[in-house]
């Protein structure tokens, strides 16, 4: 099993930034797929972001230009660095990370886009 848990979610005002950041504990061997998800209210689930073990990323049009993901692979944590934040990027942000053909999730963060 992997544990993930997420932190760096919070209000902020249209333009600020902020840095998500998810650590991966438990059983452990190699963590291919690391990723971030977010979901609105009455919306379904959509990919923010990706990024592989080598550090091949993908971004959803959306946000491309203004969010960046990382990994560290020491420290099996993902990030997602968010700039010129705007009110429709308002949502619950997951993090997820698949290994060995198995999808694991966390518990969700929070946030609001806001003036």
């Known amino acids: 099993q992997v544990q993930l848990v997420e932190s760096g979610g919070g209000l902020v005002q249209p333009g600020g930034s902020l840095t998500l950041s998810c650590a991966a504990s438990?059983?452990?061997?190699?963590?291919?797929?690391m990723g971030w998800y977010r979901q609105a209210p009455g919306k379904q689930r959509q990919l923010v972001a990706s990024?592989?073990?080598?550090?091949?990323?993908n971004y959803a049009d959306t946000v491309k230009g203004r969010f960046t993901i990382s990994r560290d692979n020491a420290k099996n944590t993902v990030y997602l660095q968010m700039n010129s934040l705007k009110p429709e990027d308002t949502a619950v942000y997951y993090c997820?990370?698949?290994?060995?053909?198995?999808?694991?999730w966390g518990q969700g963060t929070q946030v609001t886009v806001s003036s």
């Open positions: 990024i592989t073990y080598g550090g091949y990323t």
């Open positions: 997820k990370v698949e290994q060995r053909g198995y999808g694991y």
């Open positions: 438990g059983t452990i061997f190699s963590i291919n797929f």
